[in-house]
């Protein structure tokens, strides 16, 4: 089966920064997802990483390693509007298309 | 561009009934995945059609159904409505088979109250 681990809370204040570690279990594992998710609202693609290593747009950033079956996205300059859900998401070959997600992590920034 | 339309956004059903839900992927995009959101559950992924054929299907039961037209817009059915049916239905749609990643783009779901 597949399994994604990744913390259900965490709580920064404005300007730091986060890390919010996503670890998976899966066979024919393709590639590792981003979603943000504000309450009520669509989820939201962040990033996507398929090879070991960083990935870096703006503010976010993710990475992979594969080896461990571990990524992380790190969040930087944390503003009020961060504040929401975090998914990570495995892709596994064959079925590309189809996402595993894990649980969800509670982003909270404080002023 | 529009982003992927759903409609109704909320709806009350009670135990028995059936539902329908809609969802208009992305102008171009011909690939629509469906996920049931719960608290209990997380995002979890029930089926992805692409050219009109259900290419993967999730662990549920024979309950729900979809299915996508010629124009990409999919449906999807849920009878004999359950209590645990209450839900956030979520459509996503991509460009093609294959494509981009990992990225999908959803939209802002259907919330059924089942009662």
């Known amino acids: 089966g597949q399994s994604l681990e990744q913390p259900s809370e965490v709580t920064a204040v404005e300007g730091a920064i986060v890390q919010i570690n996503c670890t998976y279990q899966?066979?024919?594992?393709?590639?590792l997802s981003w979603y943000q998710q504000h309450d009520g609202g669509a989820p939201t693609f962040l990033s996507y990483n398929a090879l070991d290593g960083l990935e870096e747009t703006g503010r976010f950033s993710s990475f992979l390693s594969r080896s461990d079956s571990y990524g992380y996205l790190l969040l930087q300059e944390l503003q009020m509007k961060d504040s929401a859900s975090y998914f990570c998401a495995v892709s596994r070959s064959g079925s590309a298309r189809q996402l595993t997600f894990g649980s969800g992590t509670q982003l909270t920034v404080l002023p | 561009k529009a982003g992927v339309t759903q409609t109704p956004r909320y709806l009350i059903k009670t135990r028995g009934q059936q539902v329908t839900l809609s969802c208009s992927p992305i102008?171009?995009?011909?690939?629509v995945s469906w996920y049931q959101q719960t608290p209990g559950q997380g995002l979890q992924f029930l089926f992805e059609y692409f050219s009109e054929t259900q290419r993967n299907k999730g662990n549920f039961p024979g309950r729900f159904s979809g299915r996508q037209f010629s124009n990409s817009r999919s449906e999807m059915n849920v009878s004999t409505l359950e209590l645990g049916d209450s839900a956030l239905y979520l459509c996503a749609s991509r460009p093609a088979a294959g494509s981009g990643g990992g990225e999908l783009f959803f939209g802002e779901g259907s919330r059924l109250t089942v009662l």
């Open positions: 899966t066979s024919g594992f393709y590639g």
């Open positions: 102008s171009g995009h011909r690939s």
